[in-house]
């Protein structure tokens, strides 16, 4: 069975930095794209970032281009969001999302914006930012 844990999450002044991961078991995740979605209070989910399986293509939400930036190392089946001068705005519950391969030749997959495309999801970690 297909599992994403996050973790990293936390309470951080305005200005400050978390590093959130997303470990996969049951699974290697290197046929995967992985994208970090987040969730405010009386919002609707919203995709933050995705990275494709190769690592070689990453998307970024406007608002939060050049502040995170998305890494993966497929021999430790692990994928991070490193956040840096992160702003009240961004207070969510972060999760992670695994979608599968989209070419069948290579099994490798390429990165999508809708939440939809991704079938396999961790529980969430949250995220506060306030001073």
């Known amino acids: 069975q297909l599992q994403l844990v996050e973790s990293g999450g936390g309470l951080v002044q305005p200005g400050g930095s978390l590093r959130l991961s997303c470990a996969a078991s049951?699974?290697?995740?290197?046929?995967?794209?992985i994208g970090w979605f987040r969730q405010a209070p009386g919002k609707e989910r919203e995709g933050v970032s995705c990275i494709s399986s190769s690592g070689g293509s990453t998307i970024y939400a406007d608002s939060v281009k050049g502040r995170f930036t998305i890494s993966r190392d497929n021999a430790k089946n692990t994928v991070w969001l490193q956040m840096n001068s992160l702003k009240p705005e961004d207070t969510a519950v972060y999760y992670c999302a695994a979608r599968p391969p989209t070419d069948i030749t290579t099994l490798q997959a390429v990165c999508a914006q809708r939440s939809y495309e991704y079938d396999s999801w961790g529980q969430g970690t949250q995220v506060t930012v306030s001073s």
């Open positions: 049951g699974f290697t995740l290197d046929s995967y794209a």
